[in-house]
């Protein structure tokens, strides 16, 4: 006998943090596509830090981003 059953949609919690694979910078997303710039990459400066976007990659796209944890403190 063969169940198949749904596949259960990953359930994030935002905000969650992601770091860029190809830039480095650390990015706060407030929602699949939002986020800002907490942490700028090392390399190019590409991404200044505070800088937002609506439109990045999606932050469930692991081959883009690497899921970080963080501590905000202050």
Do not use: H
């Amino acid at each position: 006998m063969l169940e198949v059953t749904k596949q259960f949609k990953e359930d994030i919690k935002y905000p969650v943090a992601r770091k860029s694979r190809e830039y480095g910078q650390i990015v706060l997303f407030f929602s699949i596509e939002e986020g800002v710039v907490i942490k700028p990459d090392t390399n190019n400066q590409k991404y200044d830090f505070g800088y937002k976007s609506c439109e990045w990659w999606y932050c469930n796209d692991y081959d883009k981003w690497e899921p970080v944890d963080i501590t905000i403190t202050g």
